[in-house]
């Protein structure tokens, strides 16, 4: 039962324009919802992250919005910048697993040039 | 946030042998965990090492297979026992950031190939 699910496998972008990446999450005991950056060969680096308290976090190009009623979150990048290209991670936790983060399968983003 | 090292960055180990996995952080952290990423998967946590007692493993994982060690709070191991091709994967460590907060902050992760 995958309770975290990224439909878009990858996602093409060109630079400067906006990056939209999307998650949709099934339980809803999930109130805290991360977002992860992940290049070849290293670790996930955690970009930004939003309370269900919320409906917005917003932090330099990094946007997260979160829709609780449709369990929906995503993460805006604007202006996409080549660097910006990575694989894309969402993660989800709620208050009763502490600690236990659970991931979607990523979207690969790639931003031309 | 705490810096996080892992030994080795990455292994091709032969079917049937163990590898133990170290993670070192530049502070003392309460919880630490170790994930598992499979080829073209995403993470999936094996267990939270806790401090001074016996790991606490998720479904689908067993301490016979995974022993974790947490001798301090700021070192642990995972040996990843008797291995088989299945068991080729990335394995990561995390460590949850500031109080109040269920931020994870990532090793730079041990790549492991079984032949």
């Known amino acids: 039962d995958q309770q975290v699910k990224q439909n878009s496998p990858s996602l093409s972008v060109q630079e400067g324009r906006i990056s939209i990446l999307n998650c949709d999450y099934t339980n809803s005991m999930f109130d805290y919802f991360l977002w992860y950056k992940k290049y070849p060969a290293e670790g996930p680096t955690f970009l930004i992250s939003?309370?269900?308290?919320?409906d917005k976090n917003e932090d330099g190009r990094f946007t997260v919005f979160l829709n609780k009623s449709a369990k929906h979150l995503s993460l805006h990048i604007v202006p996409s910048q080549p660097g910006d290209s990575a694989v894309y991670f969402c993660a989800a936790c709620g208050s009763s697993n502490t600690g236990k983060l659970i991931f979607g399968q990523g979207t690969t983003l790639q931003v031309k040039p | 946030s705490a810096v996080i090292s892992q030994k080795p960055s990455r292994d091709i180990c032969q079917r049937g042998t163990s590898l133990t996995i170290q993670c070192q952080v530049d502070s003392q952290v309460t919880m630490m965990f170790w994930y598992r990423q499979q080829p073209g998967q995403s993470l999936t946590l094996i267990a939270t090492?806790?401090?001074?007692?016996?790991?606490?493993?998720e479904s689908g994982f067993v301490i016979d297979k995974f022993p974790i060690s947490r001798p301090n709070l700021t070192f642990s191991t995972l040996t990843v026992s008797n291995m088989s091709p299945e068991d080729s994967s990335i394995y990561l460590c995390?460590?949850?950031?500031?109080?109040?907060?269920?931020?994870?902050?990532f090793g730079p992760g041990t790549r492991l190939t079984v032949l």
């Open positions: 090492a806790n401090q001074g007692s016996e790991a606490t493993y």
């Open positions: 939003i309370s269900s308290i919320k």
């Open positions: 995390s460590v949850e950031g500031w109080y109040g907060t269920d931020t994870q902050y």
